[in-house]
């Protein structure tokens, strides 16, 4: 009897592992997929990404399966990139094939509407995709724009600094001061007004925590987009999660269109007066800002904030810094935009930062059709990803890869434009981020006024925690609690 135990519940395992491995083995040898850890039967390689932070569990295993992987995520197969070749080969040689989007099973908006509103989920970079696109270049992000808009930008940074005279000797969150600041400046890119007062911390910890819990709950997979037997009742409690963030971002937007109609006469030049006068539905308009508003306040929040944790951590770059701030800024009261663009030590600490702590860890795309990338095959409907955090990290690219050096940037012509494959902070081709610009001149504009007009310590006691916690975006575990001293 015990015998008969012992074969049961140790032979015939041991049998279907071996079975299931054969199985495994000569199927990905017909398709020639990337090479990737075991896939236990029916729930793949699940077990071997879950985990507090996906983008180093998959870097890890990168190391031992290669810089092209196959992972099965029940069903789903996934293609994970992590070298600057796999990103040259998905996001330009193959950029028409793998740019599409896959719609997670959580999100609680239609597919028909992402085709019609989206820029960042639509499924398709069809003509629509590319109108819209337009759209933010020309009216919001593009370089006419950003020029228009300078003056506002500097004024909401001033007040910025302002409020941060007024806090002297005090602990200040970071990170919701920097909020605060972007999303004031997209308001009044979008509104002509503000939307939160500056030190109001209920107010702000309000907008954050509906827009950070919006992206997190609609970006989370569920058991169905593994397992589509489940689409019918798996993903709906989180569906509901995110469709309550939704209403309440769409319930605060209505307000100010509904009041924008009421007095159409006024003149704002906003981009609300354009999509009124170009008679975009409230639907489109609700969509557009829902996209705008969520993916610009949390990736610059979070960059402004590692770079100023960074920044505290390693006082020979904070030192060098400030040097050339007091070099090329003589004002003592007021900076200009156009002051900052060309500081090239500034730059590079920008540059490290992202290198080290990209906003989107994952760059997800799903390919339309098959097509072969590093000799593999990537069948039509793969999830295909890039993991920029990776690249970042690739010690075959850079030297001491963890370490925080500016300087590794100052000699180097790598930017973060899209064409260099081993430095993508920003993703590349067709998807490329197309607030590159306004990002990068938000991100230059705030640090150098918080490095330039204070001294930075940490409170009494407290000891700089540089822990991240994934998500969209990777940010800071714990917030960035700092006491500023005024130096003028």
């Known amino acids: 009897m015990l015998f008969s135990f012992l074969i049961f519940f140790l032979i015939i395992p041991l049998l279907i592992y071996l079975i299931a491995k054969k199985f495994q083995s000569s199927s990905s040898k017909e398709q020639n997929l990337p090479p990737g850890p075991y896939q236990w039967p029916v729930i793949g390689n699940i077990p071997n990404v879950i985990g507090k932070n996906p983008h180093i569990i998959v870097s890890n295993l990168a190391k031992i399966h290669g810089p092209l992987m196959s992972l099965k995520l029940g069903t789903q197969l996934l293609i994970m990139g992590s070298s600057a070749e796999a990103a040259s080969q998905i996001l330009k040689t193959n950029d028409r094939h793998l740019s599409a989007r896959y719609t997670a099973k959580a999100t609680p908006i239609k597919k028909a509407d992402l085709m019609k509103f989206s820029i960042l989920w639509a499924p398709e970079c069809n003509n629509q995709w590319k109108s819209l696109r337009a759209v933010w270049r020309g009216e919001l992000f593009g370089d006419t724009a950003l020029d228009f808009q300078v003056s506002m930008r500097e004024k909401k940074v001033g007040e910025m600094v302002g409020f941060l005279r007024g806090k002297e ?192 860890a994952f760059v997800p795309h799903l390919a339309s059709a098959t097509c072969k990338v590093m000799n593999y095959t990537v069948p039509e409907g793969s999830l295909i990803m890039m993991n920029l955090w990776a690249l970042g990290h690739d010690p075959n690219t850079w030297k001491d890869p963890f370490a925080f050096k500016p300087e590794r940037f100052l000699d180097s012509g790598l930017d973060f434009q899209g064409q260099d494959f081993e430095y993508l902070p920003f993703g590349a081709g067709r998807r490329m981020c197309p607030a590159l610009h306004y990002a990068t001149k938000q991100i230059h504009f705030i640090l150098a006024s918080l490095i330039h007009f204070f001294d930075w310590s940490l409170p009494n006691y407290v000891q700089l925690d540089m822990n991240e916690k994934y998500g969209v975006p990777v940010h800071k575990e714990k917030p960035l609690i700092l006491v500023p001293w005024k130096k003028f």
């Open 169 to 360: 000797g005090e602990m200040v969150n970071i990170g919701d001061v920097v909020f605060t600041t972007v999303f004031n400046t997209l308001a009044n890119h979008c509104f002509s007004e503000d939307m939160i007062g500056l030190g109001d911390e209920k107010m702000v910890k309000d907008w954050k925590e509906t827009i950070w819990r919006f992206m997190e709950s609609g970006t989370t997979p569920t058991v169905a987009d593994f397992f589509p037997v489940f689409s019918g009742l798996g993903p709906q409690g989180q569906k509901n999660k995110t469709l309550k963030y939704l209403k309440k971002l769409f319930k605060k937007w209505e307000v100010i269109i509904r009041q924008r109609k009421e007095t159409g006469s006024l003149k704002h030049g906003d981009f609300l007066e354009f999509m009124l006068a170009n008679e975009f539905s409230d639907n489109q308009m609700l969509h557009m800002l829902l996209e705008i508003f969520p993916a610009a306040s949390g990736n610059l929040t979070t960059t402004v904030e590692w770079a100023m944790a960074e920044l505290i951590k390693n006082k020979y770059a904070m030192n060098k810094l400030i040097e050339e701030l007091q070099k090329e800024i003589k004002d003592s009261n007021s900076i200009k935009e156009s002051q900052i663009s060309q500081l090239p030590y500034l730059n590079a600490c920008i540059k490290e930062t992202l290198r080290l702590h990209p906003p989107i």
